[in-house]
């Protein structure tokens, strides 16, 4: 479930607001746009504060694990497919490691690493949320032209490729969270 939520606050409604929703994350729940949800003791929090141009800007991001609300076979199939979505990802980083050392000094890497690769892209891409899509299909384009740019023998637009792939990764983990 996703819900994205706005909206404008006098500066004394907004810490009514926010003494309300501490009050409920005190008392071991949330009933908020629609969800309740009983939470754990511990939660994780990730603060972004930016001042810039006469705006200021606080990202409060809050995450609590929902795993004790499901029924025990629940639990364990999401509890598999996060482990089995971490070691994807552990075998790309490592398999785009492997090409990017390989193209080092504008040389096109072996067939067997760019294989290797895509090979670890596509179980990404198969284990990949679908609330991801925007980001999955700009880093899918890239890794098609990469390998295109394999196929074609043009190390430059290889390694051009490569920067995007990683540039990409690194925006989602952003935009992710």
Known sequence: METRWEREFSREELADWLAALAGQI???????????????PQAGVDLQLKEKQGRLVVKLRLSFSTLASYRPEQQQEVTARRESFKDVKKRLAA?????????AGGNLPAEVLL??????????????????????????????????AHRVGNPQLFQHELADIQASMHRCHRESG
Do not use: C, I, T
Not at 26 to 40: D, N, T
Not at 95 to 103: D, E, P, Y
Not at 117 to 142: G, K, T
């Open 95 to 103: 398999s785009l490691a492997a090409l990017k050392k390989a193209a």
């Open 26 to 40: 005190r008392q071991g729940g949330l009933e908020l746009a629609g969800l309740h949800q009983l939470l754990p």
């Open 115 to 148: 294989q290797a690769f895509l090979q670890d892209h596509a179980a990404f891409v198969r284990l990949a949320e679908p609330d991801w899509q925007a980001e999955m299909d700009s880093y899918a384009a890239h890794v098609d032209n990469l390998a295109e």
